[in-house]
């Protein structure tokens, strides 16, 4: 039967040929205009650790008070160094590390190369566990290494490809800084996005990668300076690195793994009674206003998805809707001049329910063909972003399988949608009247 | 001719007509919020910085196994490397002048903080005016192109040095126009005395320039887009940044002959060829991306729809005229014109449109209220809102014009035919 209605939809939509074809054109780009647009949404609102983003914590410290926070009383979005070393001291959580990012340099072994310039972070050990971290080459360094201040690096798959060709490097040596650091990991391509142990200084997306990891207490010790956001609340007393370590300016960021509901009420209570003793000591004038979310939460809190992006794929949903409407309108127009054809099948026994089948069949077609040429266009749409779009976000944006059946289906789906009203009324049509008036 | 027979018929097709309405009220809501969108990126993209951007370029260079500037030794040596760089590139032949600064506006690589007319005053203090401060030295208003319009520039006297993460303190500075109204919003403001960052030691306010952005287009900084400071102190770190001024045509001369004069000083430093030294015709377009893409973007999105919806009343008039062919007909028969017959296409469509636009201006409205609750979306000027309605009405009858012709051309022969 199925195969009867394809006929005669056919049949139809060959009748009026440029009706169809203006058809198809709305849906194809209403389509591709919504997939484009969700393929940019879908890339930066993605969880960038699905398998465990529930269980890394960030945890806030109000230590600027009333003073300090935003309109919405919300703390500081970073640490300060005193915050941060006692809460990696004390050792609450499962796994935890304080973190800041650095732009050191790095001196090839060839003389006649000039220097790099490399971005990473100066982290502690446990950094490479919480995040599952892939290695290539070696592992990270051990909770040894954090307290000797071992001159230890991991380095990326990149880098370990501009300096060693991409062969396994671990235990060879590189200059960063002018200090020579021993190799203990290469990283196999890991480039998340968004960035999301460190959003406050990456700002969420970021185009370059991260090129070298050190240990945090030996970047501090040899003053490798933070290369990301400082702010502060009061100019700090003393002056340089050393002062901004004394300070209460908060550059540091910082992530926990806490594996269950108990573990998240324990460390909640912990920073909370940390910052009641500090309220106690005199230092905060103020009571506990802390904050510990969980990473979708907070990338939610921090504004990760650009608004811009949130705005296009919500215009580019009312053009689809715009879309459907017309087609809807072409629909039911085109449908109800067929009124004495649907007459007589009627009038020969064709139930309702057949007449449904018809329309509907006529409908997806419409969708088919829509959905395919929208295919097409939100390949070029994606290809294009890259033209209009900030590169870091539009380098995120890939048509893959799962976004061309997407498009498929609602390209099908929409405009079988768009077609019920259509059909309803066609199905209503009075077999009689029609035939009369014939 | 009366409205009667149009309104009879209408209610006929009572469907098609609330479907076309819809995307009507549908097109208009989208393109007036799309428009608008479009024109404050516009608006944005287009406010001059202050500055003169032909024939300038920024070079961000950083030194390898440099001295450390948290000790003053420390800076002292890198101070003299930071003066070696600048002659050196002063000495080009294509380059007009140079001045180091810890940034340019655009770059969105800024230090904020806080000035006040009153000393003291603490950075979290709300009272203060937040400004951006650009570390210079004397060179820096030739260099930039701004123009001073009270006071004077500063002299090689007034210029000092400081590590990068030092607090000095700043006796004299210069302050953009915008600064010094809200500073002083009854008077002038050169020779008089501000305090910055909480500090109790006075900056004087030596001159004053028209116009000067902060590095900042993010959000966050568009409360104090135009309260820059200017002081006259070099920035001693492992890392620099030099503004420099081309001869007039020869920037990109200038640019290429870079990386070689800094190496020729010292060859122990980060300069990549693509990041290092940038135009500032590439800052701003950089800087701007984000709004020009979403320019574009509903640029696009608008012509699509609008598109559609004109195809859209093309096909649904198109069918009407189809099902109506006896009836216009009868109607050319008993002697109505062929512009009787256009006119009632054309009034038919501006009745239905009227009712679109009266729909879509309620969705506009709403639509922009929504976006102001959850993004930063300023309220719909009218105006926007009125061209946009009567754009709709002219691509309506636009749109019908084909069709209503077609219409009017029907034989009156037409009506003596069997259907």
């Known amino acids: ?438 | 001719m009366t409205l009667h027979p149009i309104l009879a018929a209408l209610r006929k097709h009572k469907a098609g007509v609330v479907l076309i309405s819809l995307q009507i009220a549908l097109t208009l809501a989208i393109v007036c919020n799309a428009v608008f969108i479009i024109g404050q990126r516009v608006e944005r993209v287009n406010r001059p910085t202050g500055l003169d951007e032909n024939d300038l370029f920024l070079v961000t260079q950083q030194w390898v196994g440099a001295p450390s500037s948290d000790d003053p030794a420390g800076v002292e040596k890198l101070d003299v490397m930071q003066k070696e760089d600048l002659a050196a590139l002063r000495n080009l032949p294509d380059v007009a002048s140079v001045a180091p600064s810890n940034s340019v506006p655009l770059l969105n690589s800024s230090w904020t903080g806080s000035v006040s007319i009153k000393p003291g005053q603490q950075l979290g203090d709300k009272s203060g005016t937040r400004t951006a401060y650009y570390f210079t030295d004397d060179q820096v208003l030739p260099t930039l192109g701004l123009h001073l319009v009270a006071g004077r520039a500063f002299t090689a006297a007034d210029v000092q040095h400081q590590g990068a993460r030092d607090q000095r303190d700043r006796p004299v500075i210069i302050v953009s126009q915008a600064l010094a109204d809200k500073l002083f919003p009854q008077g002038i403001a050169v020779g008089k005395v501000i305090y910055s960052d909480g500090s109790s030691a006075p900056s004087t306010i030596i001159g004053v320039v028209a116009r000067l952005q902060t590095p900042s287009t993010g959000s966050w900084g568009n409360d104090f887009a135009w309260y820059s400071t200017l002081v006259p102190t070099r920035l001693d770190s492992n890392f620099t940044r030099y503004v420099v001024r081309a001869k007039p045509g020869r920037r990109d001369a200038a640019m290429s002959a870079v990386p070689a004069a800094l190496y020729a000083v010292n060859p122990m430093r980060v300069l990549d060829a693509d990041d290092s030294v940038k135009s500032f015709a590439d800052i701003r377009t950089s800087a701007y991306r984000a709004d020009v893409g979403m320019a574009i973007l509903m640029g696009v999105v608008c012509l699509i729809l609008l598109c559609v919806t004109a195809a859209g009343i093309v096909g649904l008039t198109s069918f009407w005229v189809g099902q109506r062919h006896r009836q216009i007909g009868v109607r050319r028969a008993l002697g109505a014109r062929k512009i009787d017959i256009l006119h009632y296409f054309q009034i038919e469509n501006l009745l239905i449109a009227g009712v679109g636009v009266v729909l879509g201006v309620l969705l506009a409205v709403g639509l922009n209220m929504w976006l102001m609750t959850h993004y930063e979306m300023t309220r719909i000027p009218l105006l926007y809102v009125a061209i946009g309605v009567l754009a709709m009405l002219a691509i309506g009858q636009a749109a019908v014009f084909v069709p209503a012709r077609r219409a009017s051309n029907v034989p009156p022969v037409v009506a003596t035919r069997s259907a």
């Open chain 1, 1 to 438: 039967m199925f195969a009867y209605y394809l006929e005669l939809a056919l049949r139809s939509l060959k009748r009026s040929p440029g009706l169809t074809a203006l058809m198809v054109l709305t849906i194809a780009f209403g389509v591709a205009a919504s997939m484009t647009t969700y393929s940019v949404f879908r890339a930066v609102s993605g969880d960038p650790i699905p398998w465990k983003s529930s269980q890394l914590f960030v945890p806030q410290i109000d230590m600027w008070g009333p003073n300090g926070r935003g309109s919405d009383g919300e703390p500081p979005d970073a640490m300060d160094y005193n915050d941060a070393i006692t809460l990696m001291r004390d050792h609450r959580a499962k796994l935890q590390s304080a973190m800041y990012q650095i732009s050191p340099s790095v001196v090839p072994a060839d003389a006649s190369k000039h220097p790099i310039n490399v971005s990473g972070h100066a982290v502690y050990s446990e950094f490479f566990p919480m995040l599952d971290v892939p290695f290539l080459y070696g592992s990270g360094w051990s909770a040894d290494d954090d307290t000797q201040r071992a001159a230890v690096v991991v380095i990326s798959s990149k880098l370990n490809q501009k300096l060693f060709g991409g062969s396994n490097s671990v235990g060879k040596t590189v200059n960063v800084e002018g200090k020579d650091y021993r190799v203990v990991g290469v990283l196999n391509d890991w480039n998340p996005q968004p960035r999301f142990f460190d959003v406050v200084n990456s700002g969420g997306f970021s185009t370059g990668v991260e090129d070298v990891f050190l240990p945090f207490q030996r970047a501090i010790a040899v003053g490798l300076p933070n290369d990301g956001n400082t702010n502060c609340n009061a100019v700090p007393a003393e002056s340089g690195f050393v002062g901004l370590q004394h300070s209460n300016c908060v550059w540091i960021a910082y992530m926990a793994e806490l594996d269950d509901a108990a573990a998240v009420t324990a460390y909640k209570q912990y920073i909370d009674g940390y910052a009641h003793d500090m309220q106690q000591s005199g230092r905060f004038g103020w009571a506990p206003n802390n904050r510990l979310r969980d990473l979708p939460a907070w990338l939610d809190n921090q504004h990760v998805v650009p608004s811009d992006t949130k705005v296009s794929l919500l215009v580019a949903l009312g053009l689809l809707l715009a879309c459907l409407v017309n087609t809807a309108g072409l629909l039911l127009a085109k449908f109800l001049r067929r009124s004495s054809e649907i007459g007589v099948r009627r009038a020969l026994g064709a139930p309702r329910l057949a007449i449904y089948a018809q329309f509907l069949t006529e409908a997806g077609i419409i969708g088919l063909a829509g959905g395919a040429l929208g295919l097409l266009l939100t390949g070029v749409g994606v290809a294009s972003v890259g033209w209009v779009l900030p590169k870091d976000i539009a380098a995120l944006a890939r048509v893959n399988f799962s976004l061309l059946m997407l498009t498929l289906l609602v390209s099908v789906i929409a405009t079988t949608l768009a077609g019920l009203y259509p059909t309803f009324r066609a199905s209503r049509v009075q077999p009689a009247w029609q035939l009369k008036s014939n």
